[in-house]
């Protein structure tokens, strides 16, 4: 059986040596660097999603066990990365290069449909200074290159009122149709008008 370790590697020597590159794997901000996640991460990772403040409206909840949070970093860079080529980055100063955590675009499905779900989550102490925003418009840019066909969903709970602010500020549009979708409480922010993501969906 391959080591997990080893698996990873595999994972992140084959997206290196691939040819035509869609979505970059790194990128720079005036304050931040996004690069692509790697096994080293999952430490940091952890910590971040077994936080309970900062997992409040996870539908996985905080995770209690590294395992949980492995299993998400091998499905971003094998899956999202190797054969979608984009997904979540890793998040860092750009200064210093300390961690801060995540975002990014990765596709998923929503009502049978492919479209490209944006995700984002950092660190208490780097919250409120408008970091989360820098890093989308940064993501953005390189997904009006290649992927401007697919919408943009950002899909939190109603409660998750930071989570909106940043919807907010960068645009979306909230569509009630897609209330409770698929669980209680669910909504949804489009990239896109309310009628044009209707159409979509």
């Not at 209690?64 to 094998?78: N, T």
């Not at 961690?99 to 989550?121: C, D």
């Not at 989308?136 to 709970?157: N, Q, S």
Request: glycine residues 4%; proline residues 3%; negative net charge.
């Amino acid at each position: 059986m391959v080591a997990a370790a080893d698996f990873l590697a595999e994972a992140q020597a084959a997206v290196a040596d691939k040819r035509g590159d869609i979505m970059k794997r790194e990128l720079f901000t005036k304050r931040l660097r996004l690069r692509m996640p790697k096994y080293d991460d999952l430490n940091e990772l952890h910590k971040l999603f077994s936080n309970p403040s900062l997992n409040l409206f996870n539908p996985d909840g905080p995770h209690i066990d590294i395992e949980e949070s492995r299993k998400y970093l091998e499905y971003w860079i094998y899956y999202d990365w190797e054969e979608q080529d984009l997904g979540y980055y890793i998040l860092e100063t750009k200064e210093d290069l300390e961690f801060i955590g995540h975002t990014g675009l990765a596709m998923r499905n929503l009502s049978g449909k492919n479209i490209l779900n944006l995700a984002y989550r950092i660190e208490e102490a780097f919250q409120g200074r408008g970091l989360v925003k820098e890093a989308c418009e940064k993501v953005f840019e390189e997904y009006e290159k290649f992927y401007d066909k697919f919408p943009i969903l950002i899909h939190t709970k109603r409660q998750n009122a930071p989570s909106i602010g940043v919807a907010k500020s960068l645009g979306f549009n909230y569509n009630k149709n897609f209330d409770n979708n698929p669980d209680k409480d669910d909504i949804s922010f489009f990239n896109i008008s309310n009628a044009e993501s209707d159409r979509y969906l």
